[in-house]
Nanobody, 123 residues
Framework: QVQLVESGGGVVQAGASLRLSCAAFGRTRDSNARGWFRQAPGKDREFVAAVSSTSIVILYGDRVKGRFTISRDTANNTVYLQMNSLKPEDTAVYYC????????????????WGQGTQVTVSG
């Protein structure tokens, strides 16, 4: 059973950058697609970005395109989310998840989730 651990969240001002990490434990090498979602209080979980096992397929949600970059370090079983030009509306708990069905925006295809990391952007 793979476990995911997110890190890198924090409190920043609008316009700043953060890099989130999602490390996978419990398997020598995680060869599945990985995605990032976020959830603000009182709102549904929102797709942020996804990357396929080989990084050939990369998807972004409309609200983060051009500002966020997803990448993966296969050797270290880690996926990153570089977040630039942060806005107050980016404030949320950010979750990393595994999809066994390839990179997708469909939250139902993700079967393993991390505990989340809080990102707060003050304006």
């Amino acid at each position: 059973q793979v476990q995911l651990v997110e890190s890198g969240g924090g409190v920043v001002q609008a316009g700043a950058s953060l890099r989130l990490s999602c490390a996978a434990f419990g398997r020598t090498r995680d060869s599945n697609a990985r995605g990032w979602f976020r959830q603000a209080p009182g709102k549904d979980r929102e797709f942020v970005a996804a990357v396929s096992s080989t990084s050939i397929v990369i998807l972004y949600g409309d609200r983060v395109k051009g500002r966020f970059t997803i990448s993966r370090d296969t050797a270290n079983n880690t996926v990153y989310l570089q977040m630039n030009s942060l806005k107050p509306e980016d404030t949320a708990v950010y979750y990393c998840a595994i999809s066994k069905y390839g990179a997708t925006q469909d939250v139902k295809q993700y079967t393993t989730w991390g505990q989340g990391t809080q990102v707060t952007v003050s304006g």
